[in-house]
C-alpha cells in the first residue's frame, strides 16, 4: 500500500549535456523513490510531463513514475543552440535521466513526440526499455497531420490571463477528447507562466526551427529508422490511437502490428491526436498493459 506522501509529485532535476553545453532536464517523481520499478511517461511536442498527474498517481501503488519535462518544455531549460531539439538528444537525455534514477530497465508510456523518443530508445541495442505504450504515434506520420502542427508551432502567443492561455492551448488539443473545464485547467496550467507581462507558452519557440526545416528526405531517413526499432524491439509494445487521429492512420497500426515482435493495438472511440489519459476508461487500458 502507497503512503499518502508517495501519492503527491516531487519535482527533480538532472544535468544533461548537448554538444553546445549543459542543461538541465526537470521530472516529476511519483510513489516509492526506493522502487525499482519504474514507469517513464514522455509527452507530446510542445507539452509537459504534468499532461500525467493523473495517471502517475493512479499507478504509484506498482511504479516509481518519473514524467519528465523534454528539454525546451516545462521546467527544463532551454536548449543553447535549437539546432539539438530533435529525437538524438531527446533520447541522449533521457538516457542521462534513467542514469539518475539508478535502475537496469524501465516500462514506457510515450505520447506522440514522447512516443518516438521511446522507439528510437528501445530499438538499440541494449535497451533499457522493457514494455512501451505509444499514444497515437508510430513510425509514419500523417503529413497533414504535420502540417497542422507546424501552422501554430512556435509562433508568439500573449495572454491577458492565465485562464485565456488555459482556453487557448485548449482550442489547439482539442482533439484530445470532451474534457471537462476543470480537466483542461489541470493539464494546460503547467504549460504557461507569466513573462515580460503577459501569460505565454513556457516551451521555447525555437523548437520550430528544427521542426520546420526537416525534408522529404530526412523525414524518410527517420521513418525507416523508426521501422527498424518497431522490428527489433521484442518486448510488449502496445500501439493505442485515437479512433479520429489525424497523424497515425489505421494502417499504420496494423503494419506495426504486422512488422514487430509482440505488438498490439487497441483504438479509443470518439478522440483524435491523442488521446489524454485522464478518465477510468483509458488509464485501465495502460493499467492492464503494464500491471494486468
Request: glycine share 10%; charged share 20%; net charge negative.
Amino acid at each position: 500500500m502507497t503512503s499518502p506522501a508517495a501519492r503527491l509529485p516531487r519535482q527533480r532535476f538532472v544535468q544533461c549535456a548537448s554538444p553546445a553545453g549543459l542543461h538541465r532536464v526537470a521530472y516529476t517523481e511519483w510513489g516509492d523513490p526506493s522502487n525499482p520499478r519504474v514507469l517513464v511517461c514522455v509527452h507530446g511536442l510542445t507539452r509537459s510531463g504534468r499532461d500525467f498527474d493523473r495517471l502517475a498517481a493512479e499507478f504509484a501503488d506498482t511504479y516509481r513514475v518519473v514524467c519528465p519535462d523534454v528539454v525546451g518544455r516545462g521546467q527544463s531549460s532551454w536548449l543553447a543552440d535549437p539546432n539539438f531539439y530533435a529525437v538524438p538528444q531527446y533520447v541522449a537525455d533521457m538516457v542521462a535521466l534513467i542514469a539518475r534514477l539508478g535502475v537496469d530497465e524501465v516500462d514506457w508510456f510515450g505520447t506522440s513526440m514522447g512516443g518516438l523518443i521511446g522507439l528510437a530508445l528501445g530499438g538499440l541495442q541494449h535497451s533499457p526499455v522493457r514494455r512501451m505504450l505509444l499514444n497515437d504515434v508510430g513510425p509514419h506520420l500523417e503529413p497533414e497531420a504535420v502540417k497542422r502542427i507546424g501552422e501554430y508551432l512556435g509562433k508568439p502567443a500573449r495572454f491577458a490571463s492565465l485562464q485565456e492561455g488555459v482556453d487557448h492551448a485548449a482550442a489547439l488539443a482539442a482533439t484530445f477528447g470532451p474534457l471537462s473545464a476543470d480537466e483542461w485547467r489541470e493539464i494546460n496550467t503547467p504549460l504557461l507562466c507569466e513573462r515580460d507581462g503577459a501569460w505565454q507558452f513556457r516551451y521555447d519557440p525555437r523548437i520550430a526551427q528544427p521542426f520546420s526545416a526537416t525534408t522529404p528526405e530526412l523525414a524518410a531517413l527517420g521513418e525507416a529508422a523508426l521501422w527498424r526499432s518497431v522490428e527489433s524491439i521484442e518486448g510488449p509494445l502496445l500501439v493505442v490511437r485515437g479512433e479520429q487521429s489525424d497523424l497515425l492512420s489505421r494502417d499504420t497500426v496494423q503494419q506495426m502490428v504486422a512488422r514487430g515482435n509482440a505488438v498490439s493495438s487497441v483504438e479509443i472511440p470518439g478522440v483524435g491526436h491523442a488521446p489524454a489519459f485522464l478518465d477510468d476508461y483509458q488509464i485501465g487500458i495502460a493499467r492492464r498493459f503494464f500491471i494486468g
